[in-house]
């Protein structure tokens, strides 16, 4: 195929009147060179352009011409190119002195050495680009641009190829040229341009195709790059490379199934095709076709056994095979033999990540950074160990520097978006969720995590459609026997069935297992147990968690090891985190008979090995699917018994725990089949907090008020100290026993009731000093000439956190809150993700049918508080009946419960340990228990306090429960006495008769084993209270 008109071209017989037309300047004996020269080209084939085509084979790369038409269809050099030679030299020597270096390339094979060498001299001073430029035979001028960008002057080579397409537009090589120019230049969609225009001009170049698919490829246009490259098989068939780009492609965009049947096709046409044969492999591993990609693997070790990237394949498929040890073996050989191997480095990572040896993951993850850092993979595993590592901040760095170089790499996207969310930055990891989205949209994961983000913000947003999308997702996920994307622990503020939510845990419990197995570790046997335990043998139990520092979980337990009856039982505790030296940690360690630090053991068999060394009857498991926990331990099995207790609100759904530790109104036997485990009832709630000893200081409240002003509410300004702080307080200024008698309508008969509550008052002169310290956010001031703090300034680190009870007398107003004093409040301090519309709904009925109330709320987070109020605005309520303030340390955030008149309960998800901490300062709590553990806790403290009125059976019920507290003061103060009586008479608050108990139905437990029956233990409770 002639591309050109070659009656355009000039002939060797016109190379004189040429010479003298085009370079009379020139002196007669380089004249009659050039003439010398062309007449001696007549030996050869002229035909000398060369083929624009891609190596197919890297190890057989083709030869490239200098020089030449980069172009497949071939046409003859041309005379007026040859002549021109000069000038190209003399343009490329004036870039030399210009400072500008001459780019190396490659000796030309004959004719073109004697052409260098007799004609690359220096021939006038004209400038070399107007001569080029002046040229009329685009032919020439391409060649010429050939040279030119070859040599590494792009921009010059760009002018020829522009002037030839001027001058031809129809001339199908300075097309293929320029996008070749582009694509060198990185500039691929300009290079798509010009091959798009060639490929136009003609559609029957193979080699266009070919060119054209390539950049498609490269811009990630899939659909077209095959498109191309499958009319580019209708010209040549059996061009492997061609099948091979194919089942690239789709094994790019995961379609595996459809990169095996073209990768199979370049194995059939070449068997020599090594890099085809590990693509193949690849794709097949993908399918989990194992054993077919380790055979493709293998045969490529028998040609090139040392080849680093076919033994990191073989090591992948190893560890998929489970036998880690030679996955390792063979990553390590391919670090072996090239220490700069980044993929075995990855792997390397990801097994020792696995393994839970984090630093040296972090070696090899970093290592991989460094040896390919503008591979995306590297930055994208560097910053998953950042996260493991609870260091959200470096690891969204790392991910963002994957997205620099790859902004299609979707599954970074979805990590930044975690890492954001971990550090609670929800807009950026929302809107890094629908970038994902945009580019894959069924992808489960990123759904569910942009739906929970939007839970944790109150984004109602189409909430009835996503609770039913996420529902679909795992039901689906379930029934195929796929890991859920929903965590379990997120299971509690969704609405689900129970057999959704048990199916969840059960299948995050067999990836446990998976774990271990993966590990070739085998859970431990016990032998037969004694029904009788030795002469003064004590049952052991051991206590496990990564929460026995600064945390809720400790908040709540950090006395029960040093409460326990040491001649009943032997207590052991492991801690799954270093220690954080706080006092709750401290008081842990003395309470405990035996205390081990299992976080210096990352090894889940080690640490399983140090507690079945032990010989512990029965393991308390205190995390559950919580942060930190290492369930893996627990499917070791080191203990005969196992047990769920306190730290998680659900059902393990694991077969290696036996039991869960709850309560009849908690789990009645009704729901039990929402259980894996069986059923250990605690005779009274199974909930209990430390605040008694955490909290002294609360036990008594003193009202503040100015002398001659009438007590409007008892919960206004209050002083909380220690017994010698009130004392000094007593003898400097007149304490007051103000009597409340009140009259209330109680129980079903609607008995009337009166009841007397006396509320401990101090009279001062004026209440402006105090005003003022808290209006300029002063430290302290003073109550009749006694010191006292501002409770809304925190001073000292431990007093603060709850480590140690507080020196000083604590001033409490509702001023600090910026809270009405003649309002209602009501009051819920869960994080918002508890909240839900129906729950809403549910409070704005009760601020509609209370006028003068107002509901707080903690900015926790920060988002959730417009979102609520605008939620409450399109419902007829103004935003301002919303009052949120920041959250505060532990103990101004218990302190402060004591000036709200009631606590709101979330029905989907209760307050576990914010409804102890504000039962404890005093204030009545509404709940309405629905079907979960999580859902139930509240009432279970609520008839442990002895307070059962408070629990509603219904909406409708905690809509008036709520509404009758709010209009009725004698009744508020009713339930105020009661509930401030209860915490020091009912048994919610005592450890001590807690731990009694526990100790009673562990041995029942025990006992139960020891016998071989395996049946709920609900010995202890009382009658069942089922609603």
């Known amino acids: 195929m002639s591309v050109v008109d070659s009656s355009v071209l000039p002939t060797s017989h016109s190379l004189e009147s040429l010479l003298e037309f085009r370079f009379p300047s020139l002196t007669d004996p380089i004249a009659m060179d050039l003439s010398s020269s062309m007449r001696s080209l007549s030996m050869y084939d002229t035909n000398l352009l060369h083929t624009l085509q ?100 792009t921009d010059a080579a760009r002018n020829c190829f ?68 499958n009319r580019a098989l209708e010209l040549s068939p059996n061009d492997a490379y061609v099948h091979a780009k194919l089942g690239q492609i789709y094994v790019e965009q995961g379609k595996y199934d459809m990169a095996v049947i073209y990768l199979q096709q370049v194995v059939d046409i070449q068997t020599d095709y090594p890099e085809a044969q590990c693509s193949l492999g690849n794709a097949l591993f993908r399918l989990g076709r194992i054993a077919e990609a380790e055979i493709c693997y293998l045969r490529i070790l028998q040609q090139q056994p040392n080849c680093p990237s076919i033994l990191t394949n073989m090591a992948n498929v190893k560890q998929v095979q489970g036998n880690l040890a030679e996955a390792k073996f063979f990553f390590g050989k391919a670090v072996e033999f090239d220490p700069n191997y980044e993929p075995a480095h990855s792997g390397l990572g990801i097994l020792y990540q696995q393994e839970q040896k984090v630093r040296e993951a972090f070696w090899h993850y970093s290592e991989a950074a460094r040896l390919a850092p503008n591979v995306a993979r590297t930055h994208h595993y560097l910053g998953n160990v950042y996260r493991e590592l609870g260091d959200p901040q470096n690891a969204i760095a790392c991910y963002q520097r994957g997205l620099l170089i790859d902004p299609t790499y ?18 950026e990891a929302m809107q890094s969720f629908t970038r994902s989205l945009m580019l894959r949209p069924d992808q489960p994961d990123v759904i569910c995590n942009a739906a929970h ?139 405990a008979e035996h205390y081990f630090d299992l976080s210096q053991m990352p090894c889940d068999m080690m640490a399983a090995q140090k507690i079945y060394d032990d010989k512990i009857h029965v393991l308390v498991n205190l995390n559950g699917y919580t942060k930190g926990a290492r369930n893996e331990i627990f499917a070791l099995t080191p203990a005969p018994v196992q047990v769920m207790w306190l730290g998680y609100p659900g059902s393990s759904g694991a077969p290696f725990m036996d039991y869960i530790i709850t309560d009849n109104i908690t789990s009645p036997l009704r729901l039990a089949h929402a259980y894996s485990e069986k059923l250990a009832y605690m005779p009274h709630t199974y909930f209990i907090g430390d605040h008694a000893q955490m909290f002294k200081h609360l036990a008594e409240r003193v009202v503040v008020k100015e002398k001659n002003v009438a007590l409007g509410k008892e919960n206004l300004t209050l002083v909380n100290a220690m017994a ?180 709101l309960d979330t029905p989907l998800c209760n307050g576990h340990t914010t409804g102890m901490d504000v039962l404890w300062s005093g204030t009545p709590m509404v709940t309405m228990p629905l079907e979960t553990l999580a859902s139930r806790v509240a009432a279970s403290q609520l008839y442990t306090l002895g307070v059962p009125e408070l629990v509603a059976k219904d909406r409708q019920a905690y809509i008036d429960i709520s509404v009758r507290l709010g209009n009725d003061r004698d009744y508020l103060l009713h339930m105020r006495n009661r509930v401030w009586k209860a915490r020091h008479t009912s048994t919610l608050f005592n450890v001590k008769q807690f731990c009694t108990d526990f100790e009673t139905l562990a041995y029942a437990i025990w006992n139960r084993h020891t016998a071989g029956e395996h049946d709920h233990v609900t010995d202890l409770s009382g009658p069942e209270i089922d609603f």
Not at 136 to 142: G, K, R, S, T
Not at 724 to 749: C, I, T, Y
Request: glycine share 6%.
């Open 54 to 153: 891609q190596p197919q084979q890297q190890q057989q790369p083709q030869q490239q011409i200098p020089y030449l038409t980069y172009m497949t269809p071939k046409a003859p050099v041309t005379q007026e190119t040859l002549l021109m030679l000069p000038y190209v030299e003399s343009y490329l020597n004036n870039m030399q002195m210009l400072g500008i270096p001459r780019t190396a390339y490659d000796a030309p094979p004959d004719p073109m050495q004697m052409v260098n060498r007799q004609f690359l001299q220096p021939a006038t001073n004209k400038t070399a680009m107007e001569l080029l430029m002046g040229l009329d035979n685009y032919v020439a001028l391409n060649d010429i641009g050939y040279v030119l960008r070859e040599s590494g002057h």
């Open 162 to 229: 522009a002037r030839a397409i001027e001058l031809c537009p129809q001339f199908i090589a300075p097309w293929i040229n320029m996008a070749v120019l582009y694509k060198t230049q990185n500039e691929p969609w300009l290079a798509i341009h010009y091959a798009d225009k060639a490929l136009l001009i003609d559609q029957t170049v193979h080699e266009v195709h070919v060119t054209l698919a390539d950049l498609l490829r490269e811009v990630h246009c899939y659909d077209r790059a095959i498109q191309i490259y």
């Open 410 to 427: 979707n599954d970074l996207y979805f990590q930044v978006g975690l890492a954001y969310k971990d550090s609670g930055n929800y807009p």
């Open 453 to 591: 983000c939007q839970q944790l913000i109150c984004d109602f947003t189409g909430y009835e459609q996503r609770i039913q999308e996420l529902n679909t997702i795992v039901d689906k996920q379930l029934a195929e026997g796929k890991l859920p994307s929903i965590h379990p622990h997120h299971t509690i503020i969704y609405p689900m069935t129970h057999k959704m939510r048990l199916g969840i845990a059960t299948a995050n419990a067999n990836l446990c297992l998976q774990r271990i197995n993966l590990a070739q570790r085998r859970p431990f046997q016990h032998p037969p147990a004694r029904k009788v335990l030795h002469p003064g043998e004590r049952l052991r139990i051991g206590y496990v968690s990564s929460d026995f520092g600064n945390h809720p979980t400790s908040h709540l337990m950090q006395s029960v090891p040093g409460f326990h009856d040491r001649t009943k039982v032997e207590i052991f505790c492991y801690s799954l985190a270093t220690n954080d030296g706080t006092n709750f940690h401290r008081r842990i360690i003395d309470g």
């Open 724 to 903: 010698p702080g009130l004392e000094a307080l007593a003898k400097s200024v007149e304490l007051k026993g103000m009597v409340h008698e009140v009259e209330v309508v109680h129980g079903p008969d609607k008995e009337l009731i009166k009841t007397e509550m006396v509320v401990p008052i101090v009279e001062i002169p004026t209440t402006e000093p105090l005003k003022q310290m808290i209006g300029m956010g002063l430290n302290a001031s003073h109550v009749g000439g006694v010191p006292v703090q501002n409770g809304a300034v925190s001073c000292d680190f431990k007093t603060a956190s709850g480590e140690q009870l507080p020196q000083t007398i604590m001033v409490t107003s509702r001023q600090q809150y910026s809270l009405p004093d003649d309002a209602v409040v009501y009051c819920n301090f869960n994080q918002l993700y508890k909240i839900d519309p129906p729950t809403v709904d549910m409070w704005i009925e009760i601020l509609k049918r209370v006028p003068n109330s107002v509901i707080w709320l903690l900015r926790f987070p920060v988002l959730g508080e417009t979102n609520l109020k605008q939620y409450c605005a399109d419902r007829g309520i103004n935003p301002n009946r919303l009052c949120f303030t920041n959250v505060a340390v532990k103990e101004e955030h218990v302190r402060r419960g004591q000036l709200a008149d009631v606590c």
